[in-house]
């Protein structure tokens, strides 16, 4: 009896030790497994608050605010001062820009982008004065039209198209003009005023797209052109001609037409076709060409004219035709040649360039240094616009979407 | 009087021969030898130097006396002068080519041909990815879709355009027709297959059979790939500023968002995609709403990770992109006016 409770008791013992040891081991892979997922779990940044955006690495709110204008001061009511020659209007990304008359003065027009809030500068005095106050979240494009109107196009949560019509008010409330329009819906695949309302190139049911003219509200609307395919960029020149390019890419094919009685070609077959029209009935045309591996531009002063190669490399969607009888073009050029592929890469935002400014002869086929920009600035152009009286070349930095201004006489 | 009776002989000739020739710049006796007359280019567009050349089984053009008519005017003559070339007019011109040979025995060939100057221009897109408001071409990914649209300019002499239904199309994609009729403009095809290149071309036809055009795209099949973009909490994703290589922020989180460029889907977080996530080597569940983005948050932590993607899906077999991109969270300074990604220093 004695030999059976000693045997128990080492059994027992026994026993009881294998489960501690269990029980130890379990703790110790439980505790493994926990370290593991809070390393995930920060990895993810599960593990920290809300971020505020502020503190030692800088407030993006703070830099919003300072981003309007570097020189001169940015409100109306700080003394005006001339700006420099190349003035960059705001270091906040904007959406969009354009002139505009108000009051018989001409005012460079644009949309920030975080806010679709609209803002009215004063080339000449630098005065920057915000217009809106209503809240349109991240705005990616951006125009504006005759008539105090806007077009301001966002990106659903769904990865759809928005695209929001409006106009300003002629009173204002707290100092800013109300903002009403409509959306037009994600259809739109691009959109342009025209003198009286807008022209929109949308997807039809069977997925091609359609040209339309209506109402800035989006009624009233005419079929201009069906297509069965064909991607394009519309733009709308001054004097009421609606222009399609193809979209581009390096070494494709593409074409690009004026659309009146018909579709009247302006260049056919071009690779890598990028193409700037002239508003006048001589319509000439800069035809950028991109052939994959280089990239080249040439003037045609008429339809019926040989085009003429020029001795700057870039592509047309830089350049931008002078308003008025001159035959002047400006272009900025980048100060490098550019790898293969330009095009491609650049929609894609994987290349930049860093621009200069040159005046292209659109009669004689020659071009001119006219200003080099600051090297430090690194300013790769797109969507360059000249003001109506020929004074003003406004543009956006393609690197981080900033607004410049360049005066064309010094 | 030897020479004389020569001279004789040879104005006689001539004047025999003279008003020959001039009749035949007018109208031919349609007893003549046919011949063959080649046009290149075959559907010469307006202003377009075409080159005819003749040939013949019949008549020996080498030893022929060869002369050249553009509406009824000779524009070039020669002794086995079998090529020329003419400039085609403007749209709704159409230039008359005669040419007649003329062999040593008298054994006469003609031929005439019409040009009548016609444009067509192929467009297409594919119904592949790309992010909205992308203004470059989409290209065609694996599996795509290809839409073409011909744009055919026929100009009649009194300027009239012939409709789009006076016009019967025929569409090829290689050497096989895979659609045609009166007015179909434009067709919806397959596009290459993977790694592939195909040819859609398109020939055009005036129902009176007078005008005739072709056009023709070569379309590569692309590989998708994948691009990484800054999301930002106010600016939303920075298209236009992609990351590539190693790239610097003075963010203390970063949320990045992959677009799939030219893959064959209508959306980049469609449920048929698998993003696969992995922060330094750590694979990581994605977001199951927005599986595109990602948020890395650095918990103060400055120096390099390497964010890893491979995307594949259930839908498209072929579909595999993957990327690698480094990211170097820097130590202090504010967003705006630095160099922040790809951006030279």
Sequence with gaps: MPRHETTFRYIGFAAISLLLIGLAGWYFFISRQTANLGEVSEARGFAVGVPSFTGSRGSTSENIASGFADAPPATAEAEPQRPPRLWRVSTAPVAGAGFVSVSSTTVLRYVERSTGHVFDVDPMTGVVTRRTNRLIPKVYEASVGKGDTIVARTITDAGARETFVGSLGTTTVDGFTPLTGTDLGPSIRDIVFDSDGVVFLADTASGGSQLVRAEIDGSEPSVLRVFGAGDFNLSLLTDGRIILVEKPSSGMPGYAYAVGNGLVPLARAVPGLTLAARASSSTAVLIGADNGSSLSLSVRPTPDAASLTLDIDTVADKCVWMPGLSFTAYCAVPQEDPAPGFLTNWHRGTVHTTDSWYVVDGGAGTSDSFFEMKSDDAIDVERPTMDGGGNFIAFMNARDKSLWLLRIIE | MASHTGKAWGILLCALLVPFLSYAQVSLTGLERPLDLAMTPEYPAGGDTVTFTVSSYGVDLDRSAIVWYANGKEIARGNGLTTTTVAAGKL????????????????????????????????????????????????????????????VRFVRPDGNAIPEGDIIYSWYKGTKRIASGRGKSSITAPGPTLFGTDTFSVTAESVDGLYHGRASARIDNVDSTIELYENHPLFG?????????????????????????????????????????????????????????????????????????????????????????????????????????????
């Design chain 2, 92 to 151: 709704g011109t159409a230039t008359e080519i005669t040419v007649i040979a003329e062999e040593q025995d008298g054994l006469i060939g003609s031929t005439q041909a019409t040009i009548r100057p016609t444009e067509v221009d192929l467009l297409w897109e594919a119904d592949s990815y790309s992010p909205p408001y992308f203004r470059g071409r989409t290209l065609a990914g694996t599996n795509a879709t290809i839409r073409a649209q011909a744009i």
């Design chain 2, 237 to 345: 994703v920075l298209y236009h500023r992609a990351l590539i290589g190693s790239a610097t922020t003075l963010e203390t989180e970063l949320k990045v968002t992959a677009v799939p460029y030219f893959a064959h889907i209508i959306a980049p977080h469609e449920t048929s995609l698998a993003y696969e996530w992995a922060l330094d080597s750590t694979a990581l569940a994605a977001d199951p709403d927005h599986p595109e983005t990602f948020t890395i948050t650095t918990n103060n932590y400055t120096g390099p990770v390497t964010v890893e993607l491979s995307l594949t899906s259930v839908a498209d077999l072929f579909l595999k992109a993957t990327g690698t991109w480094e990211i170097v969270f820097g130590e202090s300074g504010s967003f705006f006016g630095n160099d922040l990604f790809g951006r030279p220093q």
